[in-house]
Protein backbone atom coordinates (compact mmCIF):
# COMPACT_ATOMS: atom_id res chain seq x y z
CA UNK A 1 0.00 0.00 0.00
CA UNK A 2 1.24 3.43 -0.87
CA UNK A 3 1.48 5.91 1.61
CA UNK A 4 2.14 9.82 1.62
CA UNK A 5 3.32 11.08 4.79
CA UNK A 6 2.92 14.80 5.47
CA UNK A 7 4.41 17.13 8.55
CA UNK A 8 4.01 19.04 10.13
CA UNK A 9 0.57 18.01 10.67
CA UNK A 10 -0.26 21.68 12.29
CA UNK A 11 1.65 24.74 11.97
CA UNK A 12 0.75 28.13 13.86
CA UNK A 13 3.05 31.07 12.79
CA UNK A 14 3.58 34.94 12.61
CA UNK A 15 2.52 36.86 9.72
CA UNK A 16 5.70 37.14 7.71
CA UNK A 17 7.49 34.09 8.76
CA UNK A 18 8.57 31.39 6.23
CA UNK A 19 7.38 27.74 6.72
CA UNK A 20 8.05 24.45 4.88
CA UNK A 21 6.33 22.15 4.33
CA UNK A 22 6.59 17.74 4.06
CA UNK A 23 5.35 15.07 1.49
CA UNK A 24 7.30 11.63 1.86
CA UNK A 25 6.52 8.41 0.70
CA UNK A 26 9.13 5.27 0.63
CA UNK A 27 7.36 5.12 -3.04
CA UNK A 28 7.77 6.34 -6.25
CA UNK A 29 5.03 8.55 -8.38
CA UNK A 30 4.95 9.80 -11.53
CA UNK A 31 3.43 12.97 -10.47
CA UNK A 32 2.71 14.96 -7.65
CA UNK A 33 0.12 17.56 -6.62
CA UNK A 34 -0.29 19.77 -4.15
CA UNK A 35 -3.77 21.17 -3.18
CA UNK A 36 -4.71 24.09 -0.80
CA UNK A 37 -8.18 23.47 1.16
CA UNK A 38 -10.26 25.97 2.73
CA UNK A 39 -13.07 25.25 5.14
CA UNK A 40 -16.40 24.00 3.88
CA UNK A 41 -14.73 23.89 0.00
CA UNK A 42 -13.27 21.29 -1.96
CA UNK A 43 -9.60 20.73 -2.10
CA UNK A 44 -7.93 23.06 -5.00
CA UNK A 45 -5.25 22.06 -7.53
CA UNK A 46 -2.06 24.62 -7.17
CA UNK A 47 0.60 22.83 -8.89
CA UNK A 48 1.70 19.76 -10.16
CA UNK A 49 4.96 18.41 -10.43
CA UNK A 50 6.36 15.41 -12.89
CA UNK A 51 10.19 15.16 -13.26
CA UNK A 52 12.93 14.45 -10.74
CA UNK A 53 14.11 17.91 -9.08
CA UNK A 54 11.67 19.80 -10.41
CA UNK A 55 11.28 23.01 -9.09
CA UNK A 56 7.67 25.30 -9.20
CA UNK A 57 7.34 28.86 -8.17
CA UNK A 58 3.99 30.34 -7.74
CA UNK A 59 4.70 33.71 -6.64
CA UNK A 60 5.78 33.39 -2.82
CA UNK A 61 5.35 29.27 -3.14
CA UNK A 62 8.04 26.94 -4.41
CA UNK A 63 7.42 23.43 -4.97
CA UNK A 64 9.74 20.98 -5.11
CA UNK A 65 9.73 17.28 -6.02
CA UNK A 66 12.67 14.83 -5.01
CA UNK A 67 15.38 13.34 -7.12
CA UNK A 68 13.85 10.10 -7.06
CA UNK A 69 10.30 11.13 -6.91
CA UNK A 70 9.29 10.09 -3.43
CA UNK A 71 9.02 13.64 -1.76
CA UNK A 72 8.39 16.42 -2.48
CA UNK A 73 8.22 19.92 -0.31
CA UNK A 74 6.04 23.41 -0.03
CA UNK A 75 8.04 26.17 0.95
CA UNK A 76 6.01 29.56 1.39
CA UNK A 77 8.22 32.82 1.84
CA UNK A 78 6.47 35.76 4.67
CA UNK A 79 3.65 33.55 4.85
CA UNK A 80 0.35 36.22 4.73
CA UNK A 81 -3.00 35.16 6.76
CA UNK A 82 -4.94 34.42 3.53
CA UNK A 83 -2.37 31.45 2.73
CA UNK A 84 -4.32 29.73 5.95
CA UNK A 85 -5.85 26.60 4.89
CA UNK A 86 -5.13 22.79 5.29
CA UNK A 87 -2.47 22.02 2.31
CA UNK A 88 -2.36 18.49 0.50
CA UNK A 89 -0.11 16.43 -1.21
CA UNK A 90 -1.36 13.78 -3.76
CA UNK A 91 0.36 11.28 -5.55
CA UNK A 92 -0.18 9.35 -8.55
CA UNK A 93 1.35 5.81 -9.25
CA UNK A 94 1.05 5.92 -12.71
CA UNK A 95 -0.88 7.71 -15.69
CA UNK A 96 -4.68 6.39 -14.29
CA UNK A 97 -4.61 9.74 -12.20
CA UNK A 98 -6.08 7.56 -8.91
CA UNK A 99 -4.42 9.95 -6.29
CA UNK A 100 -3.13 8.95 -2.95
CA UNK A 101 -3.67 12.15 -0.72
CA UNK A 102 -1.39 12.59 2.63
CA UNK A 103 -3.59 13.54 5.53
CA UNK A 104 -2.54 17.17 5.30
CA UNK A 105 -0.54 20.06 6.87
CA UNK A 106 -3.30 22.70 8.90
CA UNK A 107 -1.56 25.61 8.39
CA UNK A 108 -2.51 29.26 10.42
CA UNK A 109 -0.91 32.55 9.68
CA UNK A 110 -1.76 34.96 12.65
CA UNK A 111 -1.88 38.92 11.54
CA UNK B 1 -19.50 28.47 -14.09
CA UNK B 2 -20.87 25.82 -11.64
CA UNK B 3 -17.98 22.98 -12.33
CA UNK B 4 -18.61 20.04 -10.02
CA UNK B 5 -21.74 20.02 -7.92
CA UNK B 6 -22.99 17.79 -5.21
CA UNK B 7 -26.08 18.05 -3.41
CA UNK B 8 -27.27 17.95 -0.63
CA UNK B 9 -24.60 19.70 1.06
CA UNK B 10 -25.71 18.43 4.89
CA UNK B 11 -27.34 14.69 5.75
CA UNK B 12 -28.04 13.14 8.86
CA UNK B 13 -29.12 9.77 8.85
CA UNK B 14 -29.91 6.71 11.43
CA UNK B 15 -28.25 3.63 11.07
CA UNK B 16 -29.82 1.63 8.44
CA UNK B 17 -31.30 4.30 6.27
CA UNK B 18 -30.47 4.43 2.64
CA UNK B 19 -29.52 7.25 0.72
CA UNK B 20 -27.59 8.79 -2.43
CA UNK B 21 -25.29 11.83 -2.57
CA UNK B 22 -25.71 13.13 -6.17
CA UNK B 23 -22.51 14.79 -8.38
CA UNK B 24 -22.88 16.24 -11.68
CA UNK B 25 -19.51 17.88 -13.74
CA UNK B 26 -20.28 20.38 -16.50
CA UNK B 27 -16.51 20.35 -17.56
CA UNK B 28 -17.28 17.39 -20.40
CA UNK B 29 -14.64 15.51 -18.29
CA UNK B 30 -14.02 11.63 -18.82
CA UNK B 31 -13.14 10.44 -15.29
CA UNK B 32 -15.29 11.03 -12.06
CA UNK B 33 -14.29 9.58 -8.33
CA UNK B 34 -15.93 9.54 -5.05
CA UNK B 35 -13.82 10.64 -1.87
CA UNK B 36 -14.19 10.93 2.00
CA UNK B 37 -12.41 12.79 4.37
CA UNK B 38 -11.74 12.18 8.16
CA UNK B 39 -9.61 14.20 10.30
CA UNK B 40 -6.30 13.32 10.52
CA UNK B 41 -6.53 11.20 7.29
CA UNK B 42 -6.71 13.18 4.62
CA UNK B 43 -8.91 12.58 1.55
CA UNK B 44 -9.43 8.47 0.59
CA UNK B 45 -10.72 6.79 -2.79
CA UNK B 46 -14.13 5.02 -2.42
CA UNK B 47 -14.87 4.54 -6.31
CA UNK B 48 -13.90 5.78 -9.49
CA UNK B 49 -14.89 5.98 -12.94
CA UNK B 50 -12.84 6.35 -16.05
CA UNK B 51 -14.95 7.02 -18.30
CA UNK B 52 -18.90 6.50 -18.63
CA UNK B 53 -20.01 3.23 -18.39
CA UNK B 54 -17.10 2.01 -15.93
CA UNK B 55 -16.84 1.91 -12.12
CA UNK B 56 -14.06 0.68 -10.29
CA UNK B 57 -13.49 0.55 -6.84
CA UNK B 58 -11.15 2.82 -4.85
CA UNK B 59 -9.39 2.19 -1.18
CA UNK B 60 -12.22 2.25 0.75
CA UNK B 61 -15.19 0.41 -0.96
CA UNK B 62 -16.98 -1.29 1.43
CA UNK B 63 -20.46 0.15 2.17
CA UNK B 64 -20.92 1.96 -1.13
CA UNK B 65 -22.56 1.51 -4.62
CA UNK B 66 -21.85 3.87 -7.40
CA UNK B 67 -23.63 4.49 -10.57
CA UNK B 68 -22.11 6.85 -13.46
CA UNK B 69 -25.62 7.37 -15.12
CA UNK B 70 -24.41 9.39 -18.28
CA UNK B 71 -20.79 11.04 -18.53
CA UNK B 72 -21.97 14.22 -16.61
CA UNK B 73 -23.42 12.62 -13.59
CA UNK B 74 -21.87 10.09 -10.92
CA UNK B 75 -23.70 8.76 -7.84
CA UNK B 76 -23.23 7.04 -4.68
CA UNK B 77 -25.35 5.32 -2.62
CA UNK B 78 -25.11 3.57 1.02
CA UNK B 79 -27.53 0.97 1.10
CA UNK B 80 -27.76 1.00 5.16
CA UNK B 81 -25.83 3.43 6.85
CA UNK B 82 -23.40 2.81 9.71
CA UNK B 83 -21.97 5.38 12.32
CA UNK B 84 -18.24 4.67 10.38
CA UNK B 85 -19.72 6.00 7.62
CA UNK B 86 -19.88 9.58 8.93
CA UNK B 87 -17.64 11.48 7.17
CA UNK B 88 -17.18 14.51 4.80
CA UNK B 89 -17.72 13.32 0.82
CA UNK B 90 -15.88 15.03 -2.12
CA UNK B 91 -17.01 14.63 -5.61
CA UNK B 92 -14.32 15.61 -8.25
CA UNK B 93 -13.79 15.06 -11.98
CA UNK B 94 -10.60 15.17 -14.22
CA UNK B 95 -10.10 15.45 -17.65
CA UNK B 96 -6.80 14.62 -19.81
CA UNK B 97 -4.60 16.71 -17.60
CA UNK B 98 -5.38 14.73 -14.09
CA UNK B 99 -6.13 17.92 -12.43
CA UNK B 100 -9.13 17.18 -10.33
CA UNK B 101 -11.33 19.50 -9.97
CA UNK B 102 -13.73 19.13 -6.84
CA UNK B 103 -17.25 19.88 -5.34
CA UNK B 104 -17.70 21.81 -1.70
CA UNK B 105 -18.74 18.51 -0.24
CA UNK B 106 -21.43 16.36 1.51
CA UNK B 107 -21.64 16.62 5.36
CA UNK B 108 -23.06 13.30 6.39
CA UNK B 109 -23.64 11.78 9.94
CA UNK B 110 -25.28 8.90 10.98
CA UNK B 111 -26.16 8.31 14.17
Known amino acids: TQLLEQSPQFLSIQEGENLTVYCNSS?????LQWYRQEPGEGPVLLVT?????EVKKLKRLTFQFGDARKDSSLHITAAQPGDTGLYLC???????????FGSGTRLLVRP | NAGVTQTPKFQVLKTGQSMTLQCAQD?????MYWYRQDPGMGLRLIYY???????DKGEVPNGYNVSRLNKREFSLRLESAAPSQTSVYFC??????????FGSGTQLSVL
Open chain 2, 92 to 101: ASSGTAGKLF
Open chain 1, 27 to 31: SVFSS
Open chain 1, 49 to 53: VVTGG
Open chain 1, 90 to 100: AGAADSSYKLI
Open chain 2, 27 to 31: MNHNS
Open chain 2, 49 to 55: SASEGTT
